[in-house]
């Protein structure tokens, strides 16, 4: 029995997993007041991996967490799975959204299954065992084996912690899941195995996925459209190849600066990111 079946699903059928209208976000000092968005529209269907790019300042992560519900806009509307996200948390749904965080966010208290078993027993309502279970599984299905279940965090690779970390955002079987900066801090090798687990787990879950990235190679190998965030909202939307021939300062640089040329390459590769 999967966890999902146990906590219920969200029985959303629309179109737009995420869809955000006329968000501002505004971070107020004593001394000034700073938009970071301005009527910011973004809308995001079923099944999609829409990766968030924009200069410093743009507010890409800050996105993440009003989608998380952790942040509030100041204006704007924001509905995950057809609801607004200041509900979730009342109606239960707030599970079907899993937050992977850039540094894994484990905690180092507890050890690897306790750490992905987490979210399960905050339900208070699920049975010991299963919760080992579920836990078990889902530190299997990104990978790594029982033998690393009672490792403390201080004792994991930097992939290990972000598979852990995937495992404990995926063990309430969400079908959205955000991603801040996924293979940061991870060497060649560990950032290309997490990202072909991400693509395999996209398709085997149907998830769909919203992820902040600077990693060109990332961004190609699994985005499905891109979203660039400038001038406090969203300048362009669509598939990779279309973004990259949208004229814009940032753009530009970003893509086909120095370090894009050899990320381009991989677009030849990977025909479904056209």
Not at 66 to 84: F, H, R, S, V, Y
Not at 157 to 186: I, N
Not at 203 to 231: F, G, I, K, P
């Amino acid at each position: 029995m999967s966890a999902a079946s146990e906590t219920g699903s969200s029985g959303f059928t629309g179109r737009y997993i995420v869809d955000i209208r006329g968000l501002w976000t505004v971070f107020k000092t004593p001394a000034a007041e700073f938009v970071i968005h301005k009527n910011l529209d973004l809308a995001i269907e079923r099944g999609e991996v829409v990766s968030l790019v924009g200069g410093s300042g743009t507010g890409k992560t800050t996105l993440l967490r009003q989608i998380l519900g952790l942040e509030t806009p100041a204006k704007g509307t924001i509905n995950i799975l057809g609801q607004p996200v200041a509900k979730l948390g009342e109606t239960g749904a707030a599970s079907r959204v899993g937050m992977l965080f850039q540094q894994g966010a484990l905690f180092s208290a507890f050890n690897v299954l306790e750490n992905i078993a987490f979210p399960l027993r905050e339900l208070k309502t699920l049975p010991d065992d299963l919760i080992h279970d579920v836990a078990l599984v889902k530190l299997q299905m990104v990978g790594l084996g029982a033998q690393h279940a009672y490792k403390m965090p201080a004792d994991l690779s930097g992939g290990m912690v972000k598979r852990v970390a995937l495992a404990r955002a995926l063990v309430m079987d969400p079908p959205l899941l955000l991603l801040d900066e996924p293979t940061a801090g991870l060497d060649p090798e560990s950032a290309d195995g997490f990202v072909s687990l991400l693509r395999s787990l996209h398709q085997e879950l149907q998830l769909t996925v919203v992820m902040v990235t600077h990693d060109l190679d990332t961004l190609y190998e699994l985005s499905t459209r891109v979203a660039v965030l400038a001038e406090q909202r969203v300048i362009v939307l669509g598939p990779p190849k279309s973004v990259i021939a949208f004229t814009h300062p940032f753009v530009h640089e970003f893509f086909l600066g120095a370090r894009g040329q050899r990320a381009m390459e991989l677009l030849r590769e990977y025909p479904f990111a056209v």
